[in-house]
C-alpha cells in the first residue's frame, strides 16, 4: 500500500511538472511589441521591469535602440530586433551588413537573447525605393550571422502586411496578389532554405473596419458561439484564423507549403475609430492570447508564436488617430485591461524559492 501510495504521488508530480511545463510554454508564445513613438513613455529600464514582473518573456524592438539594448542584459527575455526600413538599404552592402551585426547584436550576445531579426517592415512591393533592397539586405544579415555561428539562434526574415494577399476568401484559396511575386517569391524562397518563418502582421481589426457588412464583430473578437465560415470541412469560427490560414494557403500556392509564420503583430485599439472601444479590445487581445495556444484549423495543435501590438499607447504616432490607442498600458505603466502573461496561479510550491506559474498573451 505504501508502494501503491508513493507511486501514486510520483505520477500525480510527473503529471503535475508536465501540465507546469505546457502552460508556461503557452505563456511564452506571446510577446509583446515595444513602440517608442511617444513624448511621455517611461525609461527603457522600467520597461524592462515591466515586462519582467508582468512576465512577459518575448519582445519585438522595432530598431536596435541601444539604451533598450543595455537594459535587456541579464533580463532573459527573447527579442526580436528590428532592422528600420531607412536602413535597408545601406545593409545591402555586405560590409555594412556585417558592421551593423557586429554593432548591434553581437555586441550585446549573449547577454541578450535575440530570437529574430526583423529586416524591414511592411516594405510596399511597388516601392523600389526600398524593396529592391529588402532580400539583399536579409541574405547580408543571415550571412554575417551565420558567419558568427549563430543562425541556428538568431533567424532573419521580414515582416509583411496582409495587403500582399489578393484573394483571402476562402481560406483555402488564398494566395498573394500577381504585382507582388516577383519581390515576394525570391524572399520566402530564402525563407524556406533557411529554415526560417515569415513574420506576419495580422490585424483582424482592419479586414473587420474595412468590411462590416459581411463580417461580423462576434466573428472579428472570438466571440462567435459557433464556426461561420466552412471550408473544406474546416470550420473558421474567428476571422483570426481564417487570415492565417488564407496565409497559409497563399504560402502554399506560392511553392512554399512548409513555410511557418510568426505573427509579428496583432492588436484592437481602445479609441479613435469604428469599433474601437475598451470593451472589444479587451476581449480581443484575451481571446488572442487564449487561443493561439492551440493553431488554426489548416495547421492545428501548434502554438502560434505571436505579439501584441503595442505595449504603450503612443502619442507622436502619425496617421489615423487609433494608430496611437494600441497600447496594453497607458504610459504610467498602468495596465489598461486585466491580461494574464503567467505567474498568476501557482501550480507547484516546493518552496519559496521554486514556483511554477501559468498564463497567456498576444498580438
Known sequence: ???????????????????????????ESVGVCYGMLGNNLPSKWEVIELYKSNNIK???????????????????IEVMLGVPNSDLQSL????????????????????????????????????KSLSQYVLPALVNIF???????????????????MTLIGNSYPPSAGSFRGDVRSYLDPIIGHLAWAKTPLLANIYSYFSYVGNPRD??????????????VWDQG??????????LDALYSSLENAGQPSLDVVVSESGWPSVGGFAASVDN????LTKLISHVQGGTPKRPGKAIETYLFALFDENQKTGAEIEKHFGLFSPNKQ??????????RKIWDFSTEHNETISLKSM
Request: glycine fraction near 6%; hydrophobic fraction near 40%.
Open 1 to 27: 500500500m505504501a508502494m501503491a501510495t508513493s507511486l501514486m504521488a510520483a505520477l500525480v508530480l510527473l503529471t503535475g511538472l508536465f501540465t507546469a511545463n505546457l502552460d508556461v510554454t503557452g505563456a
Open 58 to 76: 518575448r519582445m519585438r524592438l522595432y530598431d536596435p535602440n541601444q539604451a533598450a539594448l543595455e537594459a535587456l542584459k541579464g533580463s532573459n
Open 92 to 127: 545591402s552592402n555586405p560590409s555594412n551588413a556585417e558592421s551593423w551585426v557586429q554593432r548591434n547584436v553581437l555586441t550585446y550576445w549573449p547577454s541578450v537573447r535575440f530570437r529574430y531579426i526583423a529586416v524591414g517592415n511592411e516594405v510596399n512591393p511597388n516601392d
Open 143 to 161: 550571412n554575417a550571422v551565420r558567419s558568427a555561428g549563430l543562425q541556428d539562434q538568431i533567424k532573419i526574415s521580414t515582416a509583411i502586411d
Open 215 to 228: 463580417i461580423s464583430l462576434a466573428y472579428a473578437l472570438f466571440t462567435s458561439p459557433s464556426p461561420i
Open 234 to 243: 474546416r470550420g473558421y469560427q474567428n476571422l483570426f484564423d481564417a487570415l
Open 281 to 284: 479590445a479587451r476581449t480581443y
Open 335 to 344: 495596465p489598461k485591461y486585466p491580461l494574464s502573461f503567467g505567474g498568476e
